[in-house]
T-cell receptor
Framework: EAQVTQNPRYLITVTGKKLTVTCSQN?????MSWYRQDPGLGLRQIYY???????DKGDVPEGYKVSRKEKRNFPLILESPSPNQTSLYFC????????????FGDGTRLSIL | GDSVTQMEGPVTLSEEAFLTINCTYT??????LFWYVQYPGEGLQLLLK?????DKGSNKGFEATYRKETTSFHLEKGSVQVSDSAVYFC???????????FGKGTRLSVIA
């Protein structure tokens, strides 16, 4: 089954404790991206990747890192999480770029205390 | 920069009512336009898309027409069902290597 898998689905942690949210897709997609969803703000893109070893900032990249060492994986790293990063995070992928339909994961709800 | 504005929610309708969710956009180029739907507890799913002026996207009884003259992409459905209750997002992509821009979402509740 074609899917985008995120882990964990839920995480409660404390300020400053490094964490990684994994994202994996099994569709051989070139384009992957991360979004955060906040009430009243909709979805905002954090980072995106056009292909392996190619990453770029989205609209709200501050406080986040990403890497794309393999085509299928695109982890989101919070080196020193802060409470303002409490949010619902989505990973998405598409065949080629942002013009193509995006396939979304089921989301990761992060709470930073 | 590019932006998407969609009508504020929540929208509450009775089953079989007509639905319109307004979406207008601002873009420098000729964007592709999308409607995504998010059911409770799930990620977003593509509902429909249009890539050029006057294109009509359609799926599951929903339709939207790309209107370049009014920079709009309004979502319509002739007869909603309880199962259509979800949050609907309008989005645009100006170029393939630029961020996908979403509206803030419109929550639809359909009551029997």
């Amino acid at each position: 089954e074609a899917q985008v898998t995120q882990n964990p689905r839920y995480l409660i942690t404390v300020t400053g404790k490094k964490l990684t949210v994994t994202c994996s897709q099994n569709m051989n997609h070139e384009y992957m991206s991360w979004y955060r969803q906040d009430p009243g703000l909709g979805l905002r893109q954090i980072y995106y990747s056009m292909n392996v070893e190619v990453t770029d900032k989205g609209d709200v990249p501050e406080g986040y890192k990403v890497s794309r060492k393999e085509k299928r994986n695109f982890p989101l790293i919070l080196e020193s999480p802060s409470p303002n990063q409490t949010s619902l995070y989505f990973c998405a992928s598409s065949y080629k770029d942002s013009n193509q339909p995006q396939h979304f994961g089921d989301g990761t709800r992060l709470s930073i205390l | 920069g590019d932006s998407v504005t969609q009508m504020e929610g929540p929208v509450t309708l009775s089953e079989e009512a007509f639905l319109t969710i307004n979406c207008t956009y601002t873009a420098t180029g000729y964007p592709s336009l999308f409607w995504y739907v998010q059911y409770p507890g799930e990620g977003l799913q593509l509902l429909l898309k249009a890539t050029k002026a006057d294109d009509k996207g359609s799926n599951k009884g929903f339709e939207a027409t790309y209107r370049k003259e009014t920079t709009s992409f309004h979502l319509e459905k002739g007869s909603v069902q309880v199962s259509d209750s979800a949050v609907y997002f309008c989005a645009l992509s100006d170029q393939g290597n630029t961020p996908l821009v979403f509206g803030k979402g419109t929550r639809l509740s359909v009551i029997a």
